[in-house]
């Protein structure tokens, strides 16, 4: 079922006015016509089905359903090249995680690009992925943070997926948890250190050595199975 997302508070027996994008989607993209029912989600990231009314919906009913994660959970992915970070947006998304940071380290290339450009993008790509996997709630975007920025961030589990470790393996956490995954080259020495003195526990995704957005996703998987 389609669902979209509006900055409203809903309630059943009332009518909301579309906007344009969701309108042009509805009608020109899909051909829905007058009765044709849909899911809005509202600010309050409260579930509702809603039938099509020219250019109004008519709110139906209440969705009583969970589809978040019980816990926060944190991405912070090294930028990659754009259509793998993109890619991993996407995904990251479908599997629940509620933040993705794009994260500058010593081995990230930046070229001229706009940054507020870029950002734009992600939340748009996360905004489609959440509708498409009927989430209750859009990821947020950051903007581009420091390695150092990351590992200050106040969160009870923090995590580095680290290619050298051959032990400690991902688990279930029952809190907040931040995972930070390095680019293609992984971190450096001195970041490592960094990390490990900011109170990160350095974590093995197997055996194999996996690209930055592969290890994103598995990485993800495996801690949101937990905080189902």
Not at 18 to 23: A, G, R, S, W
Request: with cysteine.
């Amino acid at each position: 079922m389609q669902q979209y997302f509006i900055k409203e508070t809903l309630k059943v027996g009332t009518y909301v006015t579309l906007d344009d994008e969701i309108l042009f989607h509805l009608k020109r993209v899909l051909r829905k016509m007058k009765g044709y029912e849909f899911r809005l989600i509202d600010k309050e990231n409260k579930a509702f089905l809603c039938t099509l009314e020219d250019d109004r919906a008519k709110v139906i009913s209440a969705i009583k359903e969970e589809r978040e994660l019980r816990h926060e959970l944190v991405l912070a992915l090294a930028l990659i090249k754009h259509d793998r970070f993109e890619w991993a947006i996407q995904k990251a998304t479908e599997l629940g995680v509620s933040k993705i940071i794009p994260l500058i380290s010593e081995r990230v290339m930046i070229k001229d690009d706009s940054e507020v450009k870029r950002i734009k993008r992600y939340q748009k790509i996360a905004k489609e992925a959440a509708e498409q996997s009927l989430r209750h709630r859009i990821p947020e975007i950051t903007s581009f943070m420091s390695l150092d920025e990351v590992a200050s961030l106040p969160v009870k589990n923090k995590l580095l997926a680290y290619e050298k470790e051959e032990e400690k393996k991902l688990e279930d956490y029952d809190d907040d948890t931040l995972i930070v995954i390095g680019p293609e080259g992984g971190f450096s020495k001195k970041e490592y250190q960094l990390l490990m003195e900011r109170g990160f526990s350095s974590i093995s995704l197997g055996k194999r050595i996996l690209r930055a957005e592969t290890a994103a996703i598995a990485a993800v998987c495996i801690i949101g199975r937990g905080m189902e």
